[in-house]
């Protein structure tokens, strides 16, 4: 079984070639009207689940669409409307949705959900983004890289922010695909212990982007974090937000990305959004690329 949980538990070599398959996908689909059927259809006769215990905007259109391109079919699930939301166990619940499909995405709170879900279904089970990482996105960001600035092996990444669950997918990259992370933030925002070791701390702004080939940050209060947090976490992350003047501090053809949704003009400015070195709607885009190229190999097609 194949599942994709995580970018430190999916062998190097299948994560590039995951990559150059999203860019061979893309590469294939140029120009088509974005209902065309996929010429080789992997996913014909294909159910697949997508579980949402969490909002999304980009990870529910892009795979749903993403499986209706590949010729299967989708089934977008809240979870507060099934049976896991009102005491059934994940166990269970895992058990008999492999008896209806043929995998699984899930997006969730606890990281043990995922892994729970993992455990006993069987069929593949995608991360679509817990608490604690969020693999899919890091994916289409290396992938969006890569198709800008070339590979990004040797490259400099530096995160400005919260040390969250985005980063943490972005640390266990660094290790996997040979990239330099540097996070700059403040310290009770740190990423979590367990990520020691990926990544160095530079908690000046202005040094820490020095050189750098990408910029990347993302909301200062994600899905799972208490709205209680939200001034609280404003006011220490004010001097990170990424704006026109750290950027002029990074390399000139250094990369912004942002996952996306944004708060414009708190994490970073509208003028960094949507200036030249912006490539958030690339990566948006590249979701649904990459997305694809990580059902094809969680089903061995
Ligand atoms: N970046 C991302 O995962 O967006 P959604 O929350 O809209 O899915
Ligand atoms: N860190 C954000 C990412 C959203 C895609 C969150 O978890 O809310």
Request: net charge negative; proline share 5%; glycine share 6%.
């Amino acid at each position: 079984m194949t599942h994709f949980l995580d970018i430190h538990t999916t062998p190097a070599e299948d994560l590039q070639a995951i990559i150059r398959n999203g860019r061979a996908i893309k590469d294939a689909r140029k120009g088509l009207p974005k209902g065309t059927p996929d010429a080789d259809q992997p996913l014909a006769n294909h159910m697949v689940a997508l579980i949402f215990e969490k909002p999304s905007t980009r990870t529910r259109v892009s795979f749903d669409v993403g499986v209706r391109q590949m010729g299967g079919q989708t089934m977008v699930l809240s979870g507060s409307d099934m049976q896991l939301g009102h005491g059934e166990t994940i166990a269970d619940t895992a058990r008999v949705l492999s008896r209806y499909v043929d995998m699984i995405m899930i997006r969730t709170f606890e990281e043990q959900t995922l892994l729970e879900m993992a455990e006993y279904a069987t069929v593949p089970v995608i991360n679509g983004l817990t608490n604690r990482t969020h693999p899919c996105q890091i994916m289409a960001d290396i992938m969006t890289f890569e198709e800008h600035n070339g590979p990004i092996k040797g490259k400099k990444v530096v995160w400005s922010g919260d040390g969250n669950n985005v980063f943490a997918s972005f640390a266990h990259a660094a290790k996997q695909f040979d990239f330099e992370l540097v996070f700059t933030g403040p310290e009770t925002l740190d990423p979590e212990p367990a990520l020691a070791g990926l990544y160095t701390i530079e908690r000046d702004p202005d040094r820490a982007v020095q050189g750098a080939d990408l910029v990347v940050t993302d909301t200062w209060v994600s899905m799972h974090d208490p709205q209680s947090a939200r001034e609280r976490r404003h006011n220490q992350l004010r001097g990170y937000q990424v704006n026109d003047a750290l950027m002029a501090k990074a390399k000139d053809d250094a990369l912004f990305m942002h996952c996306l949704p944004a708060h414009r003009d708190d994490e970073a400015t509208s003028s960094v959004m949507d200036g030249k070195n912006s490539v958030i709607f690339d990566e948006a885009e590249n979701r649904l690329h990459a997305q694809k190229a990580i059902m094809r190999y969680c089903l061995g097609k």
